[in-house]
């Protein structure tokens, strides 16, 4: 075991980039599951284009022991994911992952973030704790969203797919109105707040106008599609379906679909979702500067959820929640 170390917590510079790659090494092998940590060109791209911004934890010897980062989707995406937690298996045990992630709240006031959020693995419960620590709220769960990795150093559960649990944590005020379905008001209620965010939120039976607006991202090697919906049409219901059809022949396991709840034609867009088998992911507030997303989430794949660690009872409460939602729309197919 390591001598105790009091290693230097600072941002990431560009020369550090192949000693970050050989951290995630270290940590995982070659199983992370996003590729561009392993590229020193991409991941210099990405710092240039100031869509990550990173912490690092370095050895009093010189070379890196731990990252975490803020990073930003899109251009439009105004509240970046908070995750990329890397620690040395070497070094786990000495406070690294909650200096690192000290900074990232500084990093994210200086940047006037309204919050971040994170997807916390539920295989342990340590980087929930950390988020946690720091008020950070569940959200929501998405089951079964990436195939198992080996974590050095940790339990590691290789028979299933492994879970997130989402977080959500709100640096300043911003109201806003969310459009939703009936059966789920009163459970977004009581979570805006448990989450601290003040929100407005209507049922409403509003077609989208127009024709709608996505994209759609597919991994192979993880076996998902990312469907992230721009605007609501009112051929929604009819365009997704065509797109679901063409997804079937890739076998896939797991797709998510992002919602911006903050039109109108949310609430109803949401219902035709779960006529097709999608259910409540995860809510992640002031997503970009035109509000609220929704994310939804469809299962190809068996989930072994009793694998699924909470750090405490909000957790398991919203753990129910989804798989109640899980069951009940796999009940209406």
């Known amino acids: 075991m390591p001598f105790d170390i009091t290693p230097e917590i600072r941002r990431l510079k560009v020369e550090d980039i192949p000693q970050l790659i050989e951290c995630i090494r270290r940590c995982y092998g070659d199983s992370y599951p996003f590729h561009d940590m392993y590229d020193p060109v991409a991941l210099q791209k990405i710092?240039?284009?100031?869509?990550?911004?990173?912490?690092?934890?370095?050895?009093?010897?010189?070379?890196?022991?731990?990252?975490?980062?803020?990073?930003?989707?899109?251009?439009?995406?105004?509240?970046?994911?908070?995750?990329?937690?890397?620690?040395?298996?070497?070094?786990?045990?000495?406070?690294?992952?909650?200096?690192?992630?000290?900074?990232?709240i500084d990093i994210a006031?200086?940047?006037?973030?309204?919050?971040?959020?994170?997807?916390?693995?539920?295989?342990?419960?340590?980087?929930?704790?950390?988020?946690?620590?720091?008020?950070?709220?569940?959200?929501?769960?998405?089951?079964?969203?990436?195939?198992?990795?080996?974590?050095?150093?940790?339990?590691?559960?290789?028979?299933?797919?492994?879970?997130?649990?989402?977080?959500?944590?709100?640096?300043?005020?911003?109201?806003?109105?969310?459009?939703?379905?009936?059966?789920?008001?009163?459970?977004?209620?009581?979570?805006?707040?448990?989450?601290?965010?003040?929100?407005?939120?209507?049922?409403?039976?509003?077609?989208?106008?127009?024709?709608?607006?996505?994209?759609?991202?597919?991994?192979?090697?993880?076996?998902?599609?990312n469907i992230k919906v721009l605007h609501i049409g009112e051929d929604f219901s009819s365009e997704i379906s065509t797109e679901l059809t063409k997804l079937e022949s890739l076998n896939l396991a797991f797709i998510m679909l992002n919602l911006p709840i903050s039109q109108e034609g949310a609430a109803l867009a949401f219902s035709q979702l779960e006529?097709?088998?999608?259910?409540?992911?995860?809510?992640?507030?002031?997503?970009?500067?035109?509000?609220?997303?929704?994310?939804?989430?469809k299962l190809h794949e068996s989930v072994n959820v009793d694998e699924i660690t909470c750090a405490r009872p909000q957790g398991e409460n919203i753990k129910k929640y989804v798989i109640s939602e899980w069951n009940r729309v796999s009940s209406q197919k």
Not at 86 to 95: L, Q
Request: net charge negative; charged share 20%; glycine share 8%.
């Open 275 to 297: 006529n097709m088998g999608f259910f409540w992911g995860a809510w992640l507030p002031n997503y970009s500067a035109q509000g609220d997303v929704l994310r939804l989430q």
């Open 47 to 104: 710092v240039d284009d100031k869509m990550m911004y990173s912490v690092v934890a370095q050895h009093p010897d010189g070379h890196l022991i731990g990252h975490c980062a803020l990073t930003f989707d899109s251009t439009h995406n105004t509240t970046p994911e908070a995750g990329k937690m890397v620690v040395d298996p070497d070094y786990r045990g000495h406070h690294i992952a909650e200096s690192m992630a000290k900074m990232r």
């Open 109 to 225: 006031k200086e940047l006037d973030l309204v919050g971040f959020w994170t997807d916390c693995v539920t295989n342990h419960p340590y980087s929930q704790h950390e988020m946690i620590a720091f008020g950070a709220q569940e959200t929501g769960m998405l089951l079964g969203a990436s195939p198992s990795r080996e974590m050095a150093g940790l339990q590691n559960f290789t028979d299933t797919r492994m879970s997130f649990l989402s977080c959500y944590l709100p640096l300043k005020e911003q109201i806003s109105t969310i459009y939703l379905p009936q059966h789920h008001l009163d459970f977004v209620g009581d979570l805006a707040q448990q989450i601290n965010v003040k929100r407005i939120i209507v049922q409403s039976n509003a077609i989208g106008t127009g024709k709608s607006e996505f994209n759609i991202r597919v991994n192979s090697e993880t076996q998902t599609a």
